[in-house]
């Protein structure tokens, strides 16, 4: 999968996938103004441009990059597994994903809701998952 930011900065090259998951954890709404659609791109992903990635230190086991220049998310980093959580938006136009999961379910705020049936981790499973804490 290829992929840029908004400004083309920035460009990303990830193993393809069809797997989209929301994160309904507070720093994602915080971060993007509503839950993370990301699609799970792995440890080998290959940015172009990299001197034009900003990256932030969300928490002991993530970290988020951005573009310098637009702001575009661009990842969301797991620290213990070197694992990235692309936007699914930085795929298109023509990406055909599943909606396959949701994170943090026991986060979600109840002024929204998803009508796909999808796995559903709470905070704690998705800890002991992933190992974070």
Not at 76 to 105: N, R, S, V
Request: charged content about 25%.
């Amino acid at each position: 999968m290829k992929g840029s930011c908004l400004c083309g900065a920035v460009s990303v090259e990830a193993e393809e996938t069809r797997n989209v998951e929301a994160c309904h954890c507070g720093m994602c709404r915080r971060w993007g103004g509503g839950p993370l659609l990301a699609v799970p791109g792995g440890k080998d992903v290959r940015f172009g441009g990299e001197d034009q990635i900003g990256c932030f230190d969300s928490s002991e086991w993530a970290q988020r990059g951005f573009c310098k220049q637009c702001g575009t998310h661009l990842f969301y980093k797991l620290k213990p597994t070197g694992e990235y959580m692309l936007p699914a938006g930085l795929f298109q136009p023509g990406t055909d994903f599943d909606f396959h999961g949701q994170i943090f379910i026991d986060k979600k705020p109840a002024y929204y809701e998803f009508a796909n049936q999808t796995e559903m981790l709470t905070e704690q499973e998705v800890f002991e998952k992933y190992g974070a804490v």
